[in-house]
């Protein structure tokens, strides 16, 4: 049993609890006497993972034993946590606690109240408060991320190291891409303070780098990112083996537990998902590339239909043909009708789905039932009907459309056979999946009872106070 400056609840008596175990790192304890206690239900879950490292991936974690759904397979604090970089939400800058009424007594930045605990914790303001009434930097949310990780090289050199080992892929983010310029511009704000310290301003490229390829945007905490020693080496796969979840711990972080959607053998990868689920695969693989330096080569993304979705397929002027990807895995890959000769570039069908994305955009705003079932229609003539963008649409008119109506019908079935195919294990698109049931189960001749029966599955292990969570005990109350 090991002893560090991480804390968490004791797995015996819920103290607070600074010792926690050697070996996974993940269960704290606060005596020796409770961990002995403990290793009899602990041992069938310590350390489920190993780390390997190839060239290809980097380091990365394989199961090291095999588990079944729902095992756990780490739980941990976070190394570092604060205000999403990219995120708009205004939050308090001790707790994160959103909208923030009150300024911080010493810096003046948003506080939810003057006396906020996190104020005065090292691990959240107490280190920079000094640093921004000495070097008056105004207050920009993006700025605090890179700010605490630069503090942990004095104040933390353990955790400094640890999140140095994370991969930054500086080499990738050089002059000229969008990543250099946002760099700059962090350093600009940050001037006053990089001025201070040689040692930051040397190294602020790599700890933006490690922030963007390596947070985790939070929620609970909503509109906050952390790092994590061991969650941050899961691989990315479009059908992932694991969902991860949020909790606010004593001391007001946010700790992530990942656990198992499937069953997986020892050896096997474990995975998660930084990409929308229902993006199709140019969407998904430019998004990767941009964000996580790297191209997927998975299964969905190698399968022209998406697994029979079609969520990016074209419809053909000739009537009958569907138009494909010759190279899914190829950007600049042709178009081809799999009935005529028909062919389009990759470059004409972005700039279709891109104007048609703006257009389902605009109607999305309005969220009118008549500009929707509009729009659906005209979408249906060039778009198959499983496309991203008729889903899109078809979500949100479905929830308008009567229960008797049979395009609500056609649309609940539609986007339940999709988030079965790209979601088979329920880890990504629950709430979605959830809210169609809901809808089928309206309308006359359905199993009602059945469909809000596997709804409320799927959302067993939604967070507290979300989105899902309120729909869960709606979905229970209609069940009664």
């Known amino acids: 049993m090991g002893s560090d400056n991480v804390e968490g609840a004791c797995a015996i008596c819920e103290k607070l609890a600074t010792l926690r175990c050697s070996n996974c790192k993940g269960q704290f304890y606060c005596t020796k006497e409770h961990q002995k206690s403990d290793w009899p239900r602990h041992k069938t879950i310590c350390r489920s993972w190993e780390i390997q490292e190839n ?63 996190g104020i005065l914790d090292h691990d959240r303001h107490g280190s920079e408060c000094a640093i921004l009434v000495k070097t008056r930097i105004l207050p920009r949310y993006d700025v605090l991320l890179p700010l605490r990780f630069l503090l942990l090289r004095r104040r933390s050199p353990k955790r400094w190291a640890l999140l140095n080992a994370l991969q930054s892929h500086e080499d990738a983010r050089g002059p000229g891409t969008e990543a250099h310029e946002e760099t700059l511009s962090l350093m600009q704000h940050l001037a006053s303070f990089l001025s201070l310290d040689p040692a930051s301003s040397a190294s602020f490229a790599r700890v933006c780098g490690l922030i963007d390829v390596n947070a985790l945007e939070t929620n609970p905490l909503e509109g906050s990112a952390a790092l994590y020693e061991t969650a941050c080496l899961l691989e990315h796969n479009c059908i992932a083996n694991t969902r991860h979840s949020f909790s606010i711990d004593a001391k007001g972080r946010p700790c992530i537990t990942v656990r198992t959607v499937t069953s997986v053998k020892r050896g096997e990868h474990l995975s998660t998902t930084y990409t929308h689920a229902l993006w199709a695969t140019r969407s998904r693989r430019e998004h990767l ?23 990016g397929t074209l419809l053909c002027p000739c009537g009958s043909g569907l138009v494909l990807p010759r190279d899914p895995l190829d950007s600049e890959t042709e178009w081809v009708c799999n009935v005529c000769p028909g062919v389009l570039t990759s470059m004409e069908v972005m700039q279709l789905t891109e104007r048609l994305g703006e257009e389902v955009e605009g109607a999305m705003n309005l969220a009118s039932r008549e500009a929707l079932s509009d729009l659906l229609g005209r979408l249906q003539v060039l778009l198959h009907p499983g496309h991203q963008h008729c889903l899109t649409v078809g979500h949100s008119l479905m929830q308008l459309l009567p229960p008797g109506d049979p395009q609500k019908v056609e649309i609940c079935r539609r986007v339940i056979q999709t988030t079965e195919a790209l979601d088979p294990f329920g880890g990504r698109l629950a709430l979605y999946t959830a809210v169609a049931l809901r809808e089928l189960s309206s309308c006359p001749g359905e199993d009602r009872k059945g469909l809000l029966v596997r709804a409320t599955k799927l959302l067993k292990l939604e967070p507290p106070n979300s989105p899902g969570e309120k729909l869960l005990r709606l979905l229970e109350a209609e069940l009664l």
């Open 55 to 117: 060239e290809e991936l980097g380091r990365h974690l394989l199961a090291a034993k095999d588990l079944e759904i729902g095992d756990l397979v780490v739980s941990e604090p976070p190394l570092l946590w604060g205000p999403a970089p990219h995120s708009l939400e205004r939050i308090c800058v001790g707790c994160g606690k959103q909208q923030p009424e009150n300024r911080c007594p010493g810096c003046a930045w948003p506080t939810c109240h003057p006396h906020c605990p």
């Open 289 to 311: 590339l941009a964000t996580k330096y790297f191209s997927c080569r998975c299964q969905r993304c190698a399968d022209p239909t998406e697994l029979g979705t079609h969520l």
